[in-house]
């Protein structure tokens, strides 16, 4: 098989896998999210269920992976993950071990401390190398998006079970 048709179902396969995932996210998002809705003021007296953002991003992979899979044939150039070094696939595949890790850690020690180890490991896994920016970066980014959603849109991230 050459390397244009093994890039081109890799391609096939991706999209595939996000359609799926994105179904199946679509119809586990309501057993995965349950809180109180939350009202917009001076929009409307509607108010948005905690599962509309989670399932709009589950459209949202569903409709990329559907244009990926039907624009596959337009496309002749090689996708680097079919000639990328070992070197290359370790930090994808601990890029990914970080995002598990992460979803763990989250209900363990809260969206604040975990956010920041993960913002350090895949800043680092990446090959970004100044710590002047890494760790500020870490510290202010979770605290900041974490008054957002407690203050500004009133949604509670999680705190952790060992806090």
């Known amino acids: 098989m050459t390397s244009e048709r093994t890039s081109r179902r890799i391609e096939q396969i991706a999209g595939l896998i996000m359609i799926t995932g994105g179904i199946a996210g679509f119809l586990a998002v309501p057993y995965m999210v349950n809180t109180w809705s939350m009202a917009i003021p001076g929009i409307s007296s509607a108010s948005l269920t905690p599962t509309f953002f989670p399932r709009a991003a589950m459209i949202g992979m569903a409709l990329a992976g559907l244009g990926i899979t039907l624009s ?92």
Request: proline share 5%; aromatic share 10%.
């Open 72 to 163: 596959v044939r337009q496309r002749d150039d090689v996708l680097p993950v079919v000639i990328m070094s070992r070197e290359e696939w370790k930090r994808i595949l601990i890029a990914c071990g970080s995002v598990v890790v992460y979803a763990i850690l989250l209900w363990g020690i809260g969206f604040i401390f975990s956010s920041a180890l993960f913002i350090v490991a895949v800043a680092t896994t990446a090959g970004y190398r100044k710590p002047k920016v890494i760790i500020p970066t870490a510290i202010l980014l979770p605290i900041i998006t974490s008054l957002v959603f407690q203050w500004g849109l009133k949604i509670r991230l999680p705190a952790g079970s060992f806090m």
